[in-house]
């Protein structure tokens, strides 16, 4: 069973950074695709960055409109970690974030059998 442990999480203040990690237990890491979401208190869980798999389009990326110009998402295969590096962080950003494996190589997650990690947390405050 593939598993996907998150670390990174913290308090931030406004303006800061953060680089959440997610390392995965699983085979072949670098032929699927990873992603992040979010999800705050009350709302429902976001989409926040994608990266594909290496055997379709390696290194291509896609990203939330409200994270675009301040969020990276990068890959480590050698490691089977994927990152998240946050710049520019706001009060926004509060939330739970969660490691996805798709099953695909392409950034595709609205499917069945998407793994899901545990979480951590973000916290920016004012």
């Known amino acids: 069973q593939v598993q996907l442990v998150e670390s990174g999480g913290g308090l931030v203040q406004t303006g800061g950074s953060l680089r959440l990690s997610c390392a995965s237990s699983?085979?072949?890491?670098?032929?699927?695709?990873m992603g992040w979401f979010r999800q705050a208190p009350g709302k429902e869980r976001e989409f926040v960055a994608g990266?594909?798999?290496?055997?379709?389009?390696?290194?291509?990326?896609r990203y939330a409109d409200s994270v675009k110009g301040r969020f990276t998402i990068s890959r480590d295969n050698a490691k089977n970690t994927v990152y998240l590096q946050m710049n520019g962080l706001n009060p926004d950003d509060t939330a739970i974030y969660y490691c996805?494996?798709?099953?695909?190589?392409?950034?595709?997650?609205?499917?069945?059998?998407?793994?899901w990690g545990q979480g951590t947390q973000v916290t920016v405050s004012s």
């Open positions: 996805a494996r798709s099953p695909y190589g392409t950034i595709d997650f609205n499917v069945g059998n998407v793994v």
């Open positions: 699983g085979r072949a890491f670098s032929s699927f695709a």
């Open positions: 990266i594909a798999g290496i055997s379709w389009r390696g290194g291509t990326t």
